[in-house]
């Protein structure tokens, strides 16, 4: 154990251990993805049965999508069996494993499509029914079980996803969307009929669509009885809406609002197969956020009765990956002292158990603890933040503006080893929600709505100002990090010449103009609502890229890139930093020849974490 006087080592924060992810509950047995970064983030699958884990899939095996850049739900589940995504050098493939173990994974297919994934199991039909990624349209495919053959149902949308088998097998659930728009921004729910043959009925949309004003639609799921919920932001937040089974068919289906909370209960789909909903046999398990921290309750309730919700009291402000059998409920948690885990819980006694995915080197009183943080940001709107006080040292703490990426993202106060990394060297930390985050509710992530580059930057400017105002912070070591989007924004603060001294960039939008035209299909149209509509806002594009905001005397900064990324091209960087290098300004960069967007491999992860702490101390003389 590590106290307060001893600054974290690099091997505690990035060791030999995982990252556990979308866990599912089987029967008694217990299933979750593991994610190795001394694998070079390799993804395999861990069953658990008793107190002791067991790996099911082959040590070259790597359980992953990439479907729409950013991957998620390689797994799909039977009661004895499932289906996975095995990613390798050839492309993704279906393979189908029996989770009895008696029989070793079966190859089903391995199509031309670009990718493939979020996919639901049809035992009754024995198909596999999930998104098949092609270079210009997503299609919903059914594959058989037992051939391997794979039949398209429909691909009318640009975009489709989590597909829901009903409970009787007699139809089908899922989420569609189009160019320019997000899922998270606007999209649809449609329905159709099963035939024995496997094809789809005459599709009917049940919520969203083109008409009216725009409608997120989030995690839809079936009832046992088989009625339906979904989360919708049609109330400024998003809540659970209910579709009782006697209105499925009717012309304009009538949806009740379970619970009407100033709180979402679902965050923006980046990756497929999120879940912070699920189904028991007293009613629904949800995890709802509120303000930026995430709590988790239990909404009792039986057809057609009234819904009473009760709050569950547990130490975790950060649940992702909820899943319910019988009485029991999984999810990854993690709280402000708890690192990231499998939560189990008894929903009837409220017992649970928590087992960190690794270990936590800190005793609980050297721990930095988040604080809430409003201040006032563009254009005088209050505006959220993450506080981490330094544990120790004199005088006032260097001060660490952290902008999360997304943009559509969140910053959250679980414990995380990398910001004690900072906080024991004697930083202040600040974690911005600036306008667009998720987490306030459909007003707040609209705040970025044509304003990519002005409201995020102002935002992270006026945090770090009123910090330094405060006198909380010293105004002469004042830095700045950020990676993807979070990138592109803290580019912005340092080409603004105001407060921050110093910047890290992890693969950043360094030029919206070449995003507009190279990024990846799913963003495609993602920058037209951030900044406006492509080519007439073309100077608007050209005013907020940092490669063009340059300028003599700019703060310095650090690079890291991937070579293999395929959402902000190397391209990006190599522009920016010989845009920079031009002015005078200081720069060096890093690149990684294996790795795509996020960083994977532990090494890689080490390396930029101490490259980054050293340029900063370099640069600020601390």
Request: glycine share 12%; hydrophobic share 35%.
């Amino acid at each position: 154990m590590f106290n307060s006087h001893q600054p974290l080592p690099i091997s505690a924060v990035i060791g030999d251990f995982p990252t556990w992810k979308e866990p599912w509950l089987v029967g008694e047995r217990l299933f979750w993805l593991e994610q190795r970064p001394w694998e070079q983030g390799r993804t395999t699958l861990m069953s658990q049965v008793g107190d002791q884990p067991r790996e099911l899939t082959p040590g070259h095996w790597n359980l992953r999508t990439c479907l729409h850049g950013f991957g998620g739900a390689p797994m799909a589940w039977g009661q004895q069996q499932a289906v996975l995504v095995n990613h390798t050098k050839a492309g993704p493939g279906l393979w189908l494993l029996d989770l009895g173990g008696t029989t070793p994974p079966r190859q089903l297919c391995q199509p031309p499509a670009v990718a493939m994934g979020d996919g639901c199991l049809h035992e009754g039909g024995q198909c596999w029914i999930g998104i098949w990624e092609e270079e210009n349209q997503d299609v919903l495919t059914r594959v058989c079980l037992k051939t391997g053959s794979s039949q398209p149902l429909r691909a009318e949308a640009d975009f489709c996803g989590s597909p829901s088998v009903s409970p009787d097998g007699c139809h089908l659930l899922w989420l569609e969307w189009n160019l320019p728009a997000m899922p998270w921004q606007s999209s649809s729910l449609w329905l159709a009929q099963l035939a024995e043959d496997g094809t789809l009925g005459e599709p009917r949309c049940l919520a969203g669509g083109d008409g009216g004003s725009p409608e997120a639609i989030l995690q839809p799921q079936w009832l046992g009885h088989g009625g339906v919920i979904m989360a919708s932001d049609r109330n400024g937040y998003w809540n659970l809406q209910y579709l009782a089974p006697e209105h499925l068919h009717n012309p304009q289906p009538q949806w009740t609002t379970l619970l009407s909370l100033e709180a979402d209960f679902g965050l923006p789909p980046w990756v497929a197969g999120m879940s912070t909903t699920a189904v028991w046999e007293k009613g629904l398990v949800a995890a709802h956020c509120k303000e930026g921290g995430w709590s988790l309750g239990c909404l009792h309730w039986q057809p057609p009765g009234v819904p009473r919700w009760h709050s569950l009291h547990l130490p975790f402000t950060e649940i992702s990956g909820l899943r319910c059998h019988g009485q029991k409920a999984v999810a990854i948690a993690a709280g402000p002292c708890q690192p990231s885990g499998l939560l189990e819980l008894d929903l009837v006694s409220g017992h649970w158990r928590h087992t960190p995915a690794g270990p936590n080197p800190l005793e609980p009183p050297s721990i930095t603890r988040a604080e809430a943080f409003w201040f006032e940001g563009y254009g005088g709107r209050p505006t959220h933040g993450w506080l981490y006080k330094p544990v120790s040292g004199p005088g006032a703490p260097p001060l660490l503006v952290r902008c999360h990426s997304g943009p559509t993202a969140m910053a959250s106060p679980c414990f995380s080893l990398e910001t004690q990394f900072w906080t024991s060297r004697g930083w202040a930390v600040l974690d911005v929600n600036y306008g667009g985050s998720s987490g306030f509710g459909r007003s707040y992530r609209q705040r970025l709505d044509g304003a990519w580059g002005v409201v995020d930057v102002e935002d992270c400017t006026a945090g770090a100002a009123a910090l330094v105002a405060a006198g909380w912070v010293d105004p002469r070591r004042v830095a700045i990090s950020g990676g993807s989007a979070g990138g592109f924004t803290a580019l912005g603060c340092l080409c603004s010449g105001r407060v921050f001294q110093v910047g890290a960039c992890r693969y950043g939008v360094t030029d919206l103009t070449a995003m507009a035209k190279e990024t990846h299909r799913f963003e495609r149209g993602y920058v037209e609502s951030l900044v406006g509509p492509w080519p007439a806002a073309a100077q608007d594009y050209r005013d907020r890229s940092p490669v063009h905001q340059t300028g003599p005397g700019q703060a310095p900064v650090v690079f890291f890139q991937g070579m293999k990324d395929k959402v902000v091209p190397p391209g990006q960087t190599e522009r920016m930093v010989g845009a920079l290098r031009q002015q005078g300004v200081t720069v060096e960069v890093n690149y990684y020849p294996e790795e795509g967007h996020g960083f994977r491999h532990g090494e890689v992860q080490q390396d930029v974490l101490l490259r980054t702490e050293d340029f900063f101390r370099r640069h600020l003389q601390i």
